[in-house]
């Protein structure tokens, strides 16, 4: 019986290990650091996703038999690479591989060499250049950090003042820190944006069915990004047509480009891309499962999700062993008052166990909570929980999630209200 160690704080991992535990192989999942929803078989563990020697201290000491990698900067931290220089099986990218996500520049770069369609760009180091080139564009242009940043490193600009304002805080103000020492300048893509991620063990690759995020933080996709305000799986309107073109241009492509760089990669590869009828274009890679996607993915997923991950790590990844059930699953993330920006910590959360009783399909994964000093649920980060639910139609699903949802409370929550119901 394997025990599992799983690296990350938010929904995504709190999913990871829901599902995870459910293999009839695993006795235990801990999770570090973790977070509120933390209980029976699955446990946290206080050890932060970038304290690399004390993740390896802690895998050898307690035999841990796969370590599984939530958090993209966990591997640009070297994680990966820690555990297999000690002989521990870690399902994830290493630090040359996550470079995809980790530098934009680097992977519009090798998306250009291996011509994978993606948004003309250039990227740039002096502001100044930077408002030049994006105010001789058609507007509006996108301003990205070149490193991560949460997901809330990405600008879209109107006007020539929203230009100069967001390369001032990219740049010159370090919104992001050294994240925004470079940026990328890159023409406006129309269309509708869907999440594709795709399991590889370094040489064969299992693509999952199509989601879409919400990532602006109020209805009718208004106001700045956030991490994601909610999400759903899988989308009618892409077609198989469309789902294979993906395979073949975007994400055998890149799996190709980094071995050629000497960075084959062992993981989750996330292309957020944009559909503007059948023209398919790659916003950005990231190298694990998205977060709110992941949320939704677990509660489709029917393969044993263990022996899925081990197989990919010692590079015997089948097909056979991944498949879905049929309807459709949705996540709406309830999110701290002033998120994305500052928002209070410590408020009470309750009516979580009976928004779950409510029905079978519903669970609630744990994002930004804790347990406080009373041992009462209490918020700890922007994005709090997520509730999810599946159902036979996207509509029951729907439902069932927001009447859920209207049994949580804690001071200032927030969410979106038009989560899955973007116009296609």
Not at 175 to 194: C, H, P, R, T, Y
Not at 195 to 201: I, P, Q, R, T, V
Not at 300 to 325: F, K, M, Q, T
Not at 406 to 416: D, K, T
């Amino acid at each position: 019986m394997a025990k599992v160690l799983v690296v990350g704080g938010g929904g995504r991992e709190q999913a990871l290990a829901w599902k995870l535990v459910q293999s009839s192989s695993v006795t235990t999942v801990y999770v570090a650091p973790g977070n509120g929803g933390s209980a029976g078989s699955v446990k946290n563990v206080s050890i932060g996703f970038t304290d690399t020697e004390a993740l390896v201290a802690f895998a050898k000491d307690n035999s841990i038999d796969l370590c599984v990698i939530g958090q993209e900067t966990a591997s640009e931290a070297g994680v990966v690479d820690a555990f297999r220089e000690n002989g521990l099986a870690v399902f994830g990218p290493t630090k040359q591989s996550v470079r995809i996500e980790t530098s934009k520049v680097f992977s519009k770069d090798m998306m250009a060499s291996e011509r994978i369609p993606t948004a003309t760009y250039k990227h740039f180091t002096d502001p100044r250049a930077a408002r030049t080139y994006a105010n001789s564009r058609s507007l509006p242009v996108v301003i990205k950090a070149d490193g991560l940043a949460t997901g809330k490193g990405v600008i879209i600009a109107e006007n020539t003042q929203a230009v100069d304002e967001a390369i001032d805080t990219i740049m010159v103000k370090q919104a992001f820190g050294s994240a925004g020492n470079i940026v990328i300048v890159e023409d406006f893509l129309k269309g509708q944006e869907l999440s594709m991620h795709a399991l590889s063990d370094g040489t064969v690759s299992v693509v999952f069915p199509p989601s879409q995020d919400h990532k602006q933080i109020f209805a009718g996709d208004r106001g700045p990004n956030t991490g994601g305000m909610g999400a759903y799986a899988p989308l009618d309107w892409v077609s198989n047509k469309v789902l294979g073109e993906i395979k073949e241009t975007v994400i055998e492509p890149a799996l190709s480009g980094l071995k050629k760089r000497g960075s084959t990669f062992v993981g989750c590869l996330y292309p957020g891309l944009m559909l503007d009828g059948s023209d398919v274009k790659v916003l950005e890679f990231n190298a694990r499962f998205g977060d709110p996607e992941a949320q939704v993915y677990m509660r489709l997923l029917e393969g044993d999700l263990y022996e899925i991950l081990l197989a990919c790590v010692h590079g015997r990844l089948d097909p056979n062993l991944v498949s879905w059930r049929s309807g459709y699953g949705v996540c709406v993330v309830l999110a701290s008052a002033g998120y994305p920006g500052e928002y209070q910590k410590g408020l009470l959360i309750d009516g979580i166990a009976e928004a779950e009783a409510l029905d079978k399909d519903i669970v609630v994964f744990h994002a930004g909570t804790k347990r406080n000093e009373n041992g009462q649920l209490v918020t700890a980060g922007g994005r709090v929980l997520n509730v999810t639910a599946i159902g036979s139609t996207l509509e029951q699903a729907l439902r069932k999630a927001y009447k859920a949802v209207q049994l949580i409370h804690f001071e200032g929550m927030q969410y979106r209200e038009d989560i899955g119901q973007r116009p296609n």
